[in-house]
């Protein structure tokens, strides 16, 4: 392998320098370095090179009468390029080598071989940014890296593809968001991918050699690299916020004909009215294909309007008129769903579900039918409103205890208060009971019963509640 030796050119003022390399290249490597030279002056050197024209010039890191940056500034920087070794005997054990890398004395050996077993290449441990084997090593890296990144890029979108993070979607509204959650996921898994790609191979490819103690090629910056990952991110965050500003414009867009329902949040059940026909209900049933405006509101705390399967959510909170959220869903599938709390709302927030069926216009029409005309039986009435109006979220009728006290044998029976008083449970206890809750508590309980529960019942409604209370043995 080693052809033509490599000419040399010691630049140093001191001569020991030059004397000492001079004969460590006759002992040990006379076939891969001759020494055509020796410069005590940069003018000197300039001199030598121009006469003898070496291929290399081997600089004393340590003399300071020589300019040792003059040279890195001339040589390596400058115009007129030519292979420089910055050398330093002088730190003890260690050698310093092209400034920036340092190696131990017992290296400089295999690095001197490995230095002149490249003739025309680059000087080993110089940035050797304009070597063409380099540029081609590089170029052989970014290709292969380029590669997996597609490959992982591929797979995860794939493999994200097959995770049913959301059920089936079965509303108009539905479709901008799931376009959106699916280009969102492809431009993730090619950051992922871009990123991890790049970690991986760099730490593998390029884990350091046992023995290497080298430090690695030193970096100052890289304008392009730099000013192209931020313009990217840039496009990547502007393109997003244009396509969800339009997206949610779209899940916004309002159907004059649209099917008006109140639906009222309290702790913790959902009621349904329909003003168009006066109809109270504990489920929300929808005809599908046309759009609903749900007006939400609540009696008391946050809660939150949320049905997986038509992606859309809005909360419903406290306040009156002025704190009523519209949220439009227009739904695209038959079948029954389950509104959500999506807002913790306190102790039996996990169970603040209500069904929402979707039917088709005439079967809708016929359940308007069946809600309008009221039982005869106050009793039938009683459960209804119980149920509409979310008392059964707390208080049970077959005796099991809830976060309310049961209504089974409630009627009658003798209810012992906080305060140690007793009382016997009659209708006007009752309904005290439920237009202020707070005004006597029940031992044992708490004080949570919404205040303003029964701002919505009539007292015929709450008669009604009476006699099934009642009915309750
Ligand atoms: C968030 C839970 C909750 C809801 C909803 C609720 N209550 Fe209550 N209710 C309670 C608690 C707790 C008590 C016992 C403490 C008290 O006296 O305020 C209670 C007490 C009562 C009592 C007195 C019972 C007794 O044993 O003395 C009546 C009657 C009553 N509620 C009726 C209703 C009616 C009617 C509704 C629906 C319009 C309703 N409640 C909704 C929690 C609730
Ligand atoms: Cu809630």
Redesign the pocket.
Known sequence: MPGRPQRALIASSHSLFGQGLLSLFRKRHADQVEVVGMAATLEEALAAIDQLDPDLVIVDYDDETLNRDEFLARFVEGEKKLRLVLLSLAAGEEALVYDRRSMAASQVDAWLEEWSATPGGATPGAPAAHSESHRRKTMKHLILAGILVILVTAALILGLDKVTLLPTAASAQALPIDSMFRLEFMVIAFLFALIVVFMLYSILVFRRKSGDATDAVHMTGNTRLEVVWTIVPLITVLTFSYLGARSLAETQRIDPKALEVEVT?S??SWRFDYPEWGITSSELMLPVNRQAVLHLSSTDVI??FWVPEFRVKQDALPGGEAFVRDLRVTPTQMGSFKVR?A?L?GLQ?AY?ESPVVVVSQADFDAWIASQTGLPDDPVLRGAKWAKDFGCAACHSIDGSQGVGPTWKGLYGHQVTMEDGSVVTVDDAYIIESIRVPGARIVQGYANIMPANIGQDLSDAQIADIIQYIQSLK
């Open positions: 949040g702790q913790w809660h939150s709390c807002e709302c927030h603040m």
